[in-house]
């Protein structure tokens, strides 16, 4: 089991926390995820197979910044 907690900026509503759950929960290895764009965090937890430079990856690509 692997949690990672993101840093995130730019996320101004819920609206932009469920494109970072849906974006990231078909990820490989991702088995779930929590953004809370209040305090600008994203958790992720999943297995071994889960790499964070594609996470963050994916998160940038829907136009929000990792820290
Ligand atoms: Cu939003």
């Known amino acids: 089991m692997k949690e990672l907690k993101l840093k995130v900026e730019k996320m101004v509503c819920e609206g932009c926390e469920n494109r ?22 994203v958790l992720v937890k999943g297995n071994d197979t889960m790499q964070e430079n594609i996470i963050q990856e994916r998160i940038e690509d829907l136009g929000f910044e990792v820290k």
């Open 20 to 41: 970072i759950v849906n974006a990231l929960s078909s990820l490989e290895g991702v088995e779930e995820v929590k953004a809370s764009h209040v305090e600008g965090t």
